[in-house]
């Protein structure tokens, strides 16, 4: 059994950053991939950003590349997503995940991934 926890989400004016966590236990994650959803009220889960096992390999949602950062720490067992020039839109519970399989490569699709976090809540003020 894997827990997820995630942290660090809350309140900021647009342009405000934001870092989130990731903590793991139950199992070692560093042969995995990870990632990091959002959802809104009423939409589906939609991918924002996941990296390879080593962190050798990454890849985001359009609508925040260039802006986030997604990095991990395998020996904390801990991933990290930096949240940079946040916008109103940006707003959403953001949730960790682990892949399904060895994580040889970032995974976008929300069926690679098996455990969840609860989910920490981000909201960007105008």
């Known amino acids: 059994q894997v827990q997820l926890v995630e942290s660090g989400g809350g309140w900021v004016q647009a342009g405000g950053s934001l870092r989130l966590s990731c903590a793991a236990s139950g199992r070692a994650l560093n042969i995995y991939s990870m990632g990091w959803f959002r959802q809104t009220p009423g939409k589906e889960r939609e991918f924002v950003a996941s990296?390879?096992?080593?962190?050798?390999?990454?890849s985001y949602a359009d609508s925040v590349k260039s802006r986030f950062t997604i990095s991990r720490d395998n020996a904390k067992n801990t991933v990290f997503l930096e949240m940079n020039s946040l916008k109103p839109e940006d707003t959403a519970v953001y949730y960790c995940t682990k892949s399904r399989e060895y994580g040889s490569t970032p995974y976008r699709a929300i069926e690679d991934f098996d455990y969840w976090g609860q989910g920490t809540q981000v909201i960007v003020s105008s």
């Open positions: 990296i390879n096992w080593n962190g050798a390999s990454t």
